[in-house]
């Protein structure tokens, strides 16, 4: 049977990287993922897919795989590289606020805050806010319920899900930018440039033939939150605008930010509100066939804890299924 499944990176953290804290896959480690899925897979580009979903095309093998990436990192250019070099193109999704707003995405600010100033300098910074902005009475988190958790992993998920699901995503997006000022931007004036990656590196990738697709503007829950048809538009439909006009390229797919269930639409409900993508993916982890909606791909994410081998188990496993 011809099918594909899909899988997607975050983090490509190299030795002696200056944020030790933010977890990732090993740059060593995806390498050998890498020398894995040629020896063992075809490598397909997004073309393929969308090849293979619009025009009627096969692929030239039954078990096919295509790599992508979430978030804009600046991890990513080095990974676009290695990848180049072994004639693999990759697909690249990108939050637009890193080009448009010259801001971090949302998570990421939440990732490089708490690794370089801890938990409680980052909620301490937060309360601040939230009494700056009078908005407390709003938000039901207090300091004391962060410190019900004891451990640290407990915690981050905490404040992760406080800023993904329970606080007004308008409200939500201001205090994080605020956040990322007072204390990432204070010692770091190009924190942008650490985190991200900018619109010079991301021309180089299209040039090596990599394949970019759109992230959301400022990476929130699509499923989860409520956008009104301006946000929905800024969040969703703008963000391809954007890259399209930059880049001066047809862009054709998305992947949905967190990309659970909970996260995603139904290929209906994103039709109904936009008819703009060809391919769209989740983090379910799911093969792809004909049988598939183009507009509900599903990837798997490799762990740091993926070795080659494990990796190579994980795909069986999802071919299988
Ligand atoms: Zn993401």
Redesign the pocket.
């Known amino acids: 049977m011809q099918q594909f499944t899909s899988l997607c990176y ?1 983090y490509i953290r190299t030795k002696n990287n200056q944020f030790p804290r933010i977890l990732g896959n090993d740059i060593d480690e995806f390498i050998d993922h890498i020398k894995m899925l040629q020896k063992k897979y075809s490598i397909i580009s997004a073309n393929d897919v969308l090849n293979f979903y619009y025009n009627n095309q096969s692929f030239k093998n039954n078990k096919n795989i295509l790599i992508t990436f ?2 804009g990192l600046s991890d990513h250019f080095e990974a676009a590289k290695i990848l180049h070099e072994n004639d693999i193109k990759a697909m690249f ?1 990108v ?1 637009t606020c890193i080009l448009d707003e010259k801001l971090p ?1 949302n ?1 990421m600010i939440i990732h490089y805050c708490i690794a370089e100033f801890g938990i409680t300098n980052f909620l301490g910074t937060f309360y601040d806010i939230i009494e700056e902005l009078k908005v407390s009475n709003n938000i039901d988190f207090s300091i004391n319920h962060f410190n019900e958790f004891n451990n640290r992993w407990d915690k981050i998920s905490q404040i992760k899900n406080m800023f993904k699901y329970k606080i007004q995503y308008s409200l939500s997006r201001k205090i994080l930018i605020k956040i990322f000022q007072k204390l990432f931007l204070e010692k770091y004036p190009n924190g942008l440039d650490i985190i991200h990656l900018n619109e010079n590196k991301i021309r180089d990738m299209i040039k090596m033939g990599h394949t970019i697709g759109t ?1 959301t503007h400022t ?1 929130l829950s699509i499923g989860a939150t409520k956008l009104n048809s301006n946000d929905f538009k800024k969040e969703v439909i703008n963000p391809k605008k954007i890259l399209e006009k930059r880049f001066d390229l047809e862009i054709f797919s998305f ?1 949905y ?3 659970e269930k909970q996260d995603c639409l139904s290929s209906a409900e994103l039709l109904k509100n936009t008819k703009e993508y060809k391919i769209a993916f989740t983090v379910e982890e799911n093969k792809n066939t004909k049988k598939t909606s183009p507009l509900l791909l599903g990837r798997y994410m490799p762990t740091s804890k993926d070795s080659a081998k494990k990796l190579s188990l994980k795909i069986e496993k999802i071919f299988n299924s």
Request: hydrophobic share 25%; net charge negative; glycine share 8%.
């Open positions: 975050h979430d978030d999704f939050p995405a998570p992230h990476h992947s930010p967190f990309g």
